[in-house]
């Protein structure tokens, strides 16, 4: 059983959820402690409890002293199923964290799978629905035969209560393969790497802008989305951010910014998509022109970087980039993907090389 140290590095919970993920693909068992040991409130969370909840479901995995607070935590995974599962968080927990256990043993089930997920779309420290569906969600499309969101309720904290479709054909089972080993092999072979060095054309750059109605009245949706337009006049090319005012539990306002590349002017390469991301929450007497500002802003500080894939993105991609390899570019190297890098490692073993100068990371395969 492989031995993980939770206080590694950034020393989150993000060590959870990718070990979560690994180990039901790879098949190998672990046993994680000093689980968040340097936060303010140490042990596992009710996020990382709902990941466990769901792949008990998706596999049938046994796990041993899986309770909130709990710094320790034995994970045994089995097979991945092909089913519908249904997963209410109970708050405004985020779904993305929730995906980042779920989605890539998902992605290698024996046929198709449906995720009906329930909680928060849009909260603090967590990737927000449109940011994934629209950011991240297409570097790894190519590795499925089809895979498609659907948004049919925004939550916000603290009530929560959003609820996201996701539904994936999976195009590499790893039910057809006698063990882990094998299957990895196969993927090297596909020769479907994820190559995002250089960012090419600017060819537009797209956004959604959202609130509750709770603050229809106060257009804080169009004042977010119009604050950000003014920052990202700057940029030679189209700008195009839709405003959306939801029925939600909670009030609450969020905008998500994406920077689309091409290797020409016309045509988008699906295979390899180039898109940077950028995202901001609103907040209680935060004002919505604030909002709208630091998400252009930050955009703006990608795409200046040079970079072909942003911070955030990178440290989501890093799992898929030791199973299929490749390189990519990043703006900043954060302490999630170099601690994202090291548990891939502890499961896959010597896998990545960084150049801190260039900040690309590559697999040595």
């Excluded at 792949?55 to 320790?72: F, R």
């Excluded at 804080?220 to 090319?237: F, T």
Aim: charge should be positive.
């Amino acid at each position: 059983m492989l031995k993980i140290d939770g206080s590694y590095g950034e020393g989150g919970g993000q060590i959870i959820r990718t070990a979560l993920a690994l180990s039901t693909v790879t098949g190998i068992p672990f046993e994680a402690y000093n689980i968040r040991k340097g936060r303010s409130r140490p042990g596992l969370k009710a996020q990382h409890i709902n990941c466990v909840k769901s792949l008990e479901d998706l596999c049938s995995a046994k796990k041993a002293d899986c309770y909130i607070g709990s710094e320790k935590l034995t994970y045994v995974p089995d097979k991945i199923k092909a089913k519908t599962l249904n997963i209410d968080i109970g708050t405004a927990g985020s779904i993305s964290l929730l995906l980042q256990s779920t989605i890539l043993p998902a992605f290698f089930a024996e046929k198709k799978i449906k995720l009906n997920l329930t909680g928060g779309t849009t909260g603090k420290w967590a990737m927000p629905y449109d940011f994934f569906n629209s950011v991240y969600l297409p570097h790894i499309r190519k590795y499925s035969e089809k895979v498609y969101t659907t948004l049919v309720k925004r939550g916000y904290y603290p009530k929560g209560g959003g609820k996201i479709e996701l539904n994936i054909t999976p195009k590499y089972k790893l039910s057809d393969f006698r063990d882990f080993k094998e299957f990895h092999a196969y993927l090297k072979e596909q020769q479907q790497p994820i190559n995002s060095i250089k960012q090419y054309n600017l060819v537009q750059v797209k956004g959604v802008s959202h609130s509750s109605t709770y603050l229809e009245k106060s257009e804080v949706a169009d004042r977010q989305a119009k604050a950000a337009k003014v920052i990202l006049s700057k940029l030679n090319c189209p700008i195009n951010i839709r405003t959306e005012y939801c029925n939600t539990l909670s009030p609450g306002s969020g905008i998500t910014l994406w920077a689309i590349y091409s290797r020409d002017n016309e045509e988008i390469n699906f295979n390899n998509p180039i898109i940077l991301g950028s995202d901001n929450l609103g907040e209680k007497g935060k004002p919505a022109e604030k909002v709208g500002k630091q998400a252009a802003s930050g955009l703006l500080k990608e795409i200046e970087s040079n970079a072909a894939v942003d911070r955030h993105t990178a440290d989501n991609l890093i799992p898929w980039l030791a199973l299929f390899g490749g390189e990519i570019r990043t703006s900043e190297i954060t302490e999630h993907t170099r601690t994202n890098i090291w548990i891939c490692e502890q499961f896959l073993g010597k896998t990545f090389e960084i150049d801190e100068r260039e900040n690309i990371i590559k697999t040595n395969f």
